[in-house]
């Protein structure tokens, strides 16, 4: 058994979206509502075009979007440059 205090791990939760307005707001306001400490809240949007990327940048001003890329092809590579100026890794880098 470990010996000393206990540490919390860092967890930040990567959401991608794509077109999932109706949903967006569940979502985040039930991560907000976590009793475990997250470090970072990362919305991934793919293209939406029903306003989700609005909705996530007007409602929930602490979470960090990441929007406006097309292609899963692309998201990765991307999305793992925004992860890694944060501090964070992912499992797909």
């Known amino acids: 058994m470990p010996q000393g205090p206990v540490t919390a791990r860092r967890v930040a939760v990567v959401v991608p979206t794509w077109n999932g307005r109706r949903w967006i707001d569940r979502c985040l306001g039930s991560l907000r509502a976590t009793a475990y ?3 970072a809240i ?5 293209g939406s075009r029903d306003g989700t990327a609005e909705a996530v940048a007007s409602r929930f001003p602490q979470v960090a979007l990441i929007a406006g890329i097309e292609g899963s ?3 990765p590579t991307w999305a793992s440059a925004r992860l890694s100026s944060a501090g964070l890794s992912s499992s797909w880098s």
Request: net charge positive; hydrophobic share 35%; charged share 25%.
């Open 37 to 39: 400490p997250l470090s």
């Open 42 to 46: 990362f919305v991934v949007d793919n």
């Open 73 to 75: 092809r692309r998201q």
